[in-house]
């Protein structure tokens, strides 16, 4: 072991020392704390920035942005093929399966007209399939993983021209439950990437020749001890099109604001075991948000480290996602976890993933999809309308 790695795991282990005492202190630290730390954290972050001075929902591709794109999706497998095993691999992000579970997405009918585009166009209820997961790119014991979690949703019945050709009838949106991206944009994910293959991505953050430390106080800030995958917020991160010429962000909220206690000795999958139990007694909600561009300097297109300012445009519902109450098989999810795949270019182009973090993932996401299922022998199926 380097020493590197040494103080990378040193660093790890005393954030799990944290998480046994986050959920005691974290409700006094979000009412007093949070929303002053993020702010100033923010505050540095655009110190540094310049003004590109492009318009509203403007794209600007990094230099060897394809080059770089490719580059992440190569080193991401590299990860995978070194860390699993033939019928074993996992995802390289978004690993740790909670849930894939079935809901339904209903999009309001009184939304105003700038809203009113691809699957909001019209009054609609949705069947769904919904993933919730953790961060990866390992599957550890629930109470080890870094705190933060992932929602994917895949519509279904959704007609139309889409982005990529794999699926014909879906449309996906998906989340992190982090208002900002890890890194800011995909030059630095590679950066990340390579940490993450040496088996030093804490020493990423704290690199003197390219430090982040802004970004890690912001996974921080948001890195909490999770009760339940029902029971968290969620953010795009990045921002996609709403119809011509507009950008916006979406975001999941529970509409049940309470949270369930932590298990003081929790078993391995115990969010997993929450999610189940909570679906044996109920269905669960979320209001589906989103937040409009307004500026394009403020809340920028092409950096995912910016939060947007709500001062400056609030959120907004657009659509409630319901989760249905049902019994949650293991098996049968996780089976079903390996045929699926969550990608924000299985879209409709009214809903255009925007900046360099999306465009790399449609390189990055198809790449690593078809590795999983090709090591698993679990190819790639297009779901229908059995959600």
């Known amino acids: 072991m380097t ?31 949070l929303r002053p730390v993020q702010a100033t954290v923010q505050w540095c972050i655009n110190a540094r920035r310049r003004d590109e001075h492009l318009g509203l929902a403007e794209e600007r591709t990094v230099p060897g942005e394809d080059a770089v794109a490719e580059a992440v999706a190569q080193q991401m497998a590299r990860f995978v093929r070194r860390q699993y095993r033939p019928g074993e691999a ?74 990529i050709d794999d699926e014909q009838w879906t449309q996906d949106f998906t989340g992190i439950s982090v208002p900002t991206f890890t890194t800011p944009d995909v030059v630095e994910n590679l950066r990340l990437q390579q940490h993450v293959f ?3 991505p804490v020493l990423y953050f704290l690199d003197p020749r390219h430090p982040h430390l802004c970004d890690m106080i912001m996974q921080g800030l948001y890195a909490r001890t999770p009760s339940s995958p029902l029971e968290a917020r969620y953010w795009s991160c990045t921002p996609y099109l709403l119809g011509a010429g507009q950008a916006v962000q979406y975001s999941f909220v529970p509409r049940d604001g309470t949270r369930s206690r932590v298990p003081w000795h929790p078993p391995d999958d115990y969010l997993h075991q929450a999610l189940a139990a909570a679906l044996h007694e109920r269905d ?8 409009v561009q307004t500026d394009a300097h403020r809340m920028p297109v092409e950096n995912a480290s910016v939060v947007w300012p709500e001062r400056l445009s609030p959120f907004v519902p657009v659509a409630t996602l319901r989760v249905l109450r049902q019994e949650c098989d293991p098996a049968d999810q996780f089976a079903r976890a390996d045929r699926l795949s969550f990608n924000p270019w299985h879209a409709l182009p009214e809903h255009r993933p925007l900046g360099n973090q999306n465009r790399a993932r449609r390189t990055i996401y198809l790449q690593l999809s078809r590795l999983r299922q090709a090591m698993n022998g679990t190819p790639h199926q297009e779901p229908g309308e059995e959600a």
């Open 3 to 33: 020493a590197g790695q040494r103080l990378n795991d040193a660093i790890l282990g005393g954030v799990l020392l944290e998480r046994r005492i986050d959920p005691y202190v974290r409700p006094l630290f979000d009412r007093t704390l």
């Open 198 to 200: 040496a088996g030093t």
């Open 90 to 163: 996992q995802r390289a992000g978004n690993t740790k399966t909670y849930g894939v579970v079935h809901a339904e997405f209903t999009v309001r009918d009184d939304l105003p007209a700038r809203l009113r585009h691809g699957v909001f166009r019209t009054p609609a209820t949705y069947r769904a399939w919904v993933r919730f997961a953790g961060p990866g790119p390992l599957a550890p014991p629930d109470i080890e993983d870094n705190g933060i979690l992932s929602i994917g949703v895949k519509l279904l019945g959704v007609g139309g021209e889409k982005l």
């Open 284 to 291: 669960a909600c979320f209001d589906v948000l989103v937040q």
